[in-house]
């Protein structure tokens, strides 16, 4: 089973749009796939229409000495594709998660019991560099960190890979130009800038409105917009990350 | 997720659907579903929880499915269908998680279809409000197993095959339906006698139930229960049995080449049965000794060359590991020339095997093990009691192995220390075949303790043979060039071939430089006694 993590220091940048785009990519090819949305908002929860909601005790009951993840895995509309829904409680995580020793091998340590049920785990994170996020990195294959082409977005995805650097134990640190607009002249710069970088995938999601609607529809963008160029991309995304995943 | 199923042997009743209907699940149209088990022959991938199947089904294609237990399938999509008569190799599917799950397992065993399940299969899902499945339903009619070697729906392994199963697919957070529906469904045709009980598991399952699939696979000979007050010659005849089982169980796999393994463990039994046809003089019959003797020395030759390739080819990667990419580049030539080789060195292990020769020598050995005890030639000791016979060959053994061990010095040739290496497989193989008379736990703590040394014998063995097999392989290719007029081989390929020989004999000096140590622990007091008393019990 392997993991990955939808992450960025900066909220906007289309973390949860890439941690489901990519997840429903992936069931396409047969994999197995639970997406874990750890972002108290729950985005994801609501795209894959599954209730806000942890049973158990919320956060405290899902970190938590002697806790288990399976009872609170719900099936989504996407054939292969499950949801470990969020709720507020989560914006209490670090809180819970300082409440149990290692805590930043806690979020890994959960996932063992699951290794037979799926192939992937996509983790969406919310944005900032908690106890949280460096719990969910620990236990990350592959970091995967959308990017916007701008100026400041350049300047968190500089943060969040010093953050990674300075762990002992690394996830291979990849990131993907997100929401891009061509008809901006900074933007088709700041691409030239980040294509010269070898951890910057050659996809790039456009920013279009088959992305927006994911809200509404509350679907992956292939359920509701399969021809668009959107989910051409996101199909891409996933190809380019698959030999990353499984060498 | 849970898979839960109900099956029966006379056709569905129309109720079924009705059923399901009142439930919300409305059952697509029929299309043709292909299902087709695999597993290694010694079910490696079932050892560790795992189903593999090839399905081919209207509407999805073709795939690989992999499934854990009651856990949802992960699917491999395929461009075309797999043919369901022939082995796959796990190597050759796509990197991706299917892939990473079978291989650990499965490594390099071929993957072999174990049955073929046909049916007719509708499928329904009832989804709440929001789309969201709250439970599958497949049924499965009109059911035709098949086992590579049969056609479809004929033989004995169809006759107790169900003819319609139903599937209850639950899904997670989704326990109540499926539960509620299948408490319906077993109340809806609780009135049916053919209806057993429902039962984890799916239809394809249940087919490898009815057609009697060995799902465990091979798993060794049947060690013979063995009293070691009983006469030698009736202990011997019973492992020489178990022996020639493994013999004939690795035969076709051999003769196909369906993987290494097969020659691999067909030769351990030549071996073992060699070793003990020596170890038998005075026990077996004589005139049978010697020629079965010569039968087996002569099944030794003829699948010799082909296990060594087979090592070298296998262990390749290994061991061209130490060397830049740029060398191991250079040197695929030589794993090509090295693969061609092994192929023919199979084919000539098919022609052997096949050979009026073989089945002859194989008869005669059967005809003989399977003759009643009573009359059977005997051996002057025969009658002697086994553990005493056996104990005496033991302690033959080990004293031959220490006497040469000790004479081992730094003068000593390579060609001793892999005498010695012989002196330890013949002690081996007598421990592995009786050793637990005299004890299971002391007898695995001697093996253990020979093994150290055959491990330190083994590699120094293994490294000058696979030094002189690449300077004779860079050697042919210098004379395939010659003959065919393209002058040398690539300077680099001869570089790189010389740096990795190199390699290899100091991995030999190392061994060397490590026997001295190894062969000193062996040799200690303490362990010599553990093997006395081992011996001194299976004599009482």
Redesign the interface.
Known sequence: ??VLAAASIKGGVGKTATAVNVAAEATR????VLLWDLDPQGSATYLL??EHHLTGGGARGLVGAGSEL?PH?????V??L?VLPSDLSLRYLDRHLDDVDRPRRRLGALLPPLE??Y??VVLDCPPGASLGIESALRATDVLLVPVVPTTLAMLTLTQLEEVVAARRRRPRFLAHVSMLDRRKKLQRETVTTLAEREDVLATMIPNTTVVERMGPE?APVRTFAPRSVATAAYEQLWHEL??M??? | ?ASVVLDGRREPSGPIVGVLEAEGIVLGPPEMLRRTRYDTFDGRLHGK?LRLEARTRDTEGH?L?VT??N???????LSAPLVPTEPLAVTTLP???????LLSPAADRALLPQLTLRSVRRSGTA?DA????LVTVHLDSDLEISRPGTRPGTGADTTDAVAWTIEVEE????HKPARALLQTLTGALDTDPATPAAVEGDALERAALAAQVDRRGWRGPVRPDLDRHAAALLGLRAVLRSFADALDANWDGTVDHLDDEFLHDLRIAVRQTRSLLVEGRRILPKDMRARQREAFRWFGTVTSPARDLDVYVAGWRTLTSPLSDEDARALEPVLAHLAGKQASAHAQVAQGLRSRTARQLREDWRAWLDLPDAEVARGKHAHKPLGEMIGARIMAAQHQLLVDGRRIDAGSLATDLHELRKDGKRLRYLLEGFGHLGGRKRSRAVIRHLKDLQDNLGAHQDAEVQADRLRQTLAELTDVSAEEGAGEPAPAMLAAGERLASILDRRQAAERADFHDRFAAYDDKRARRTVEDLVARMSR
């Open positions: 089973m392997k090819d047969g994999v197995r229409r599954a399976a895995v719900r099936a989504t509309s054939p292969g499950h037979d049920a192939d992937l509350r698959t030999p995943l499984w060498r | 997720m929880g795939a499915v854990a237990g856990g949802p399938p992960a699917r491999l999509f990197p991706g998680p299917l892939r990473s799950r989804v929001d789309g969201i499945p899904l997670p957070g989704r």
